[in-house]
């Protein structure tokens, strides 16, 4: 099915215009007599991909704008998300900054999430624990790496790198105090607009966790100002340290990439796992 098949179910009839630029769905804004609407459809996807995304999005509601969700489910074997459409216009990094730690402010007893979700297309396990350092390894580097190797992406040194990174992890993170924190989980600049004066966060990952890693993630692809990171090191502080821990946030982010668009992210992957 298509598009207008999806729409068809939904009694929607009005003018289709494909978005550009999705990486994993068929975006479309859709132009009825009565309003605009955004639609995300993933032919073939799973039953419950969208419903990850839209339990995400109700998480954060109550700390920033997120869009309206009006509908979600399957269309034979497509997978569809109707959302409301929101005009982009130009906004303040310090506003985005101020936001963003206002969703970090929201701290839970454990990490992870009640249930597992998505990072992309790719799975994100969210299995509950008060451990970081084993959080971290076991639910975020080690499920990409694996992905990796059945992608035929991982190599013996990568390997032998990646075993001296987890002791390190380990031993160096063990004392550390981490606070779990409301994450959007995937933070680059693609899932954030500005539209009528507010700031929206889009397509999250969420989960308790680390709040240095979306700052990681917000450092690693562009798009984000001096003035955004500079913003929230005033309005919440990162602790001593998240610097240097940064570069190992930022390799569950590049593993992804690697294992959704392939070896053109080894380079970047190497880069960080030659440091040990």
């Not at 954060?60 to 969700?69: E, M, T």
Request: with cysteine.
């Amino acid at each position: 099915m298509g598009v207008r098949q999806v729409m068809a179910q939904l009694n929607l009839d009005g003018q289709v215009l494909p978005i550009a630029g999705g990486d994993v769905n068929q975006n479309f804004r859709i132009n009825t007599s009565e309003s605009s609407y955004f639609i995300k459809l993933q032919p073939n996807g799973r039953p419950d991909f969208f419903s990850a995304e839209v339990d995400g999005l109700a998480a954060l509601a109550p700390f920033v704008r997120v869009p309206k969700v009006y509908d979600w489910g399957q269309a034979d074997q497509d997978s569809y998300l109707l959302m409301e459409w929101l005009e982009p216009e130009a906004g303040s990094q310090a506003e985005l900054a101020r936001a963003l730690a206002q969703v970090h402010r929201q701290t839970a007893e454990t990490f992870g999430w009640p249930e597992d979700n998505f990072m992309g297309i790719l799975p994100q396990v969210n299995a509950q624990t008060d451990d970081w350092p084993l959080f971290f390894i076991t639910c975020r580097l080690d499920v990409q790496v694996e992905l990796a190797k059945l992608h035929n992406v991982w190599h013996d040194k990568r390997e032998a790198h990646y075993l001296r990174l987890k002791e390190f992890i380990q031993k160096d993170w063990a004392p550390r105090t981490v606070t779990p924190s409301l994450l959007h989980g995937d933070f680059w600049s693609g899932n954030v607009l500005f539209s009528k004066g507010k700031v929206v966060f889009l397509d999250p990952a969420v989960s308790f966790g680390d709040r240095e890693l979306d700052i990681a993630m917000s450092q690693l692809f562009g798009g984000f100002t001096d003035e955004f990171l500079a913003t929230y090191l005033a309005e919440f502080p990162l602790p001593e340290g998240w610097e240097a821990r940064q570069p190992i946030y930022q390799l569950y982010y590049l593993l992804v990439h690697l294992n959704q668009f392939g070896e053109s992210y080894g380079s970047q992957v190497d880069r960080i796992l030659q440091n040990f």
